[in-house]
């Protein structure tokens, strides 16, 4: 009997999965105090867009970290191919082990994967690992505004019941020890272009797939796609930039919050 890996047939060779591309990567890395770090972990990595965004960027180690082997394969060919391999390391593993694994971490980078813990969870676990006053960035899906659509939030309750507003998210920031050094949020197309333009015609192709694991993710991005459609910009993908609070930085109260829109 045929089995199939539903993800796999839906992000299979895709450039990226999900929104972004390298100009909002590294928008973001420019938003970060210094630009010379010692250990950098890419927590999430996927396929490794951003891995190779910012180890070519950086000119640096990046270690990635996924719990997916076909993605991490398809991230060493890529590196080979950008002829960075030596700046590229993968690890099969769980984000959540990354402090029994990492320690003092200078840069602590993950796109669109901290859902999968929880945002919060996810800071509170990665804490210890990173150097004090080292640096995470984390971008989140969150609410960007008080309206919102009543397709959305129904939606939302059943697909993502722990979103949070950019406020609320905030506030757990810093209750799990880091400074916020500002925020940057994605335009709305960086989610339609090379993402849901080429999810959607698949999804739409799979949905006569006969394996029920495969029709059923296909049918639930269909319909993610047309809840994004009718979303009136209620939410996006926010980057937190972040600073781990060390005593010395405790003392100071520095504290500051830009958005960039």
Known sequence: MNTFNPIDLLFSGMGKLGPGDNVHTLNVLKLLPRRHFGLIVDAGCGT???????????????H?????????????????????EHLVQVHCMDMKDIPDVFQRIDLLWSEGAAYNMGFSNALITWAPAIDPEGFAVVSEMSWVREQIPDKVREFFLSGYPGMQSIQQNLMAIEKAG????????LPREEWVDGFYDILGKRAKILVSHPDPSVRSLALETIKEIDVFAHSEDSY??????????STKLKNMRYYKNCCYL
């Open 48 to 62: 490794g867009r951003q891995t190779i965004a910012l180890a070519t960027e950086l000119n640096t180690l990046v």
């Open 64 to 84: 990635a970290i996924d719990v997916h082997e076909p993605f991490l394969a398809d991230l060493i060919r890529r590196a080979k191919t950008a002829r960075i």
């Open 178 to 185: 880091y400074t916020i050094l500002a925020t940057y949020t």
């Open 236 to 245: 996006g993908y926010v980057f937190y930039v972040l600073q781990r609070i």
